[in-house]
Structures are given as C-alpha cells and as structure tokens.
C-alpha cells in the first residue's frame, strides 16, 4: 500500500472524533480525510502545523488529573497498543490525534489509518518530538515518509510527516 498513489476520496476541515473520559470530549482534526491508495481506503487524520507546539506535555496535561483524564489516558494507551506509564514528554496532542486516525478507520471499515502531521516550518520545528512519539512504536520517524507501526491491531497504523512548502505561507 505505501508507495501507491493516492487519490484523496473526501476531506473534512476541523472534524471532530468522540473520546471517552475527561471534560473535552473531542479530538479536533485539522483535516479527516479518506483516501484511496491502490486497492486500499486509508483513514488520514491531519495536524496541520508552522511553528506551533504539539500543546501540553503528559507531565503537564496529568497535573491533578481527574478520574475522566487518566480513563481517557488508559483508552488512548489501549487503543495504540502502548503501556503506560507513558514518559511524561510525549505530548497529548500526538497521542489523542493519532487515536482519532484508527477510531474513524474503524468507523468507516477502511483498510489502514494514518496520523500526518502537515508542517510548514522551514526548519522543521516540534519534528524531533514527533520522532520521539514514534519511536515509541519501535519505528522511525523520517520527513516526508510514512512509519508503519506495530499495534497488535488488525488495521495497520501509518505515521508521517509531510513537509509543506514555504510558497504556501506566503499570502
């Protein structure tokens, strides 16, 4: 399936996925999209980004949790295949975006998901967090490529990152 090309089917700004625990509710993607790649439908969730951070840490996002934030947490874990604990520089963001990915894969019966962080940073900025998020699938990360990781599921899981261009920065 990687390396065939895609056709985007439909895309969906700001879309909203539904998460037990916790007071937010809600993973907001940036774009939900439906891709079809060869004979396969992939599940893409994107995080557009320039400069931005990746929003709170789990050291900081886990400072007096309530009961709904660590259920959420264990879901979250669960889900990707992780064990908590987990370190408490990966930040929530990576985590709960890429569990909106494999929530709506399963939603849509589709054949793979994907987590893409889109970046317009020149200088690759928060890349070296996203590097670190992978690697704890026991993949690596590299710009402008995907990382199969191994879940345990029976829907493969893909991350990337996709180096947008500086043009489009420019108003």
């Not at 050291?59 to 947490?73: C, E, H, I, P, V």
């Not at 604990?85 to 894969?105: F, G, K, M, N, W």
């Not at 998901?113 to 670190?132: G, L, Y």
């Amino acid at each position: 399936m990687i390396g065939e090309e895609p056709e985007l089917l439909i895309a969906i700004p700001e879309h909203k996925v539904p998460l037990p625990g916790a007071s937010h509710g809600d993973s907001q993607n940036d774009v939900f999209a439906l891709v079809r790649a060869g004979s396969h439908t992939v599940a893409v969730a994107i995080e557009g980004k320039v400069n931005e951070p990746f929003d709170q840490i789990l050291g900081k996002w886990l400072l007096n949790a309530s009961d709904g934030k660590r259920q959420r947490l264990s879901f979250l874990c669960d889900l990707l295949g992780l064990r908590e604990p987990l370190p408490d520089s990966v930040h929530y963001q990576l985590l709960h975006r890429t569990a909106s990915a494999l929530i709506e894969a399963r939603r849509f019966k589709t054949d793979a998901a994907a987590m893409i962080v889109h970046s317009f940073s020149q200088d690759k900025k928060w890349f070296e967090e996203f590097a670190n998020f992978v690697a704890l699938f026991g993949a690596v990360a590299e710009p402008d490529k995907l990382a199969e990781l191994s879940i345990g599921g029976p829907i493969p899981l893909y991350l990337g990152w996709a180096c947008g261009e500086r043009k489009f920065l420019e108003a």
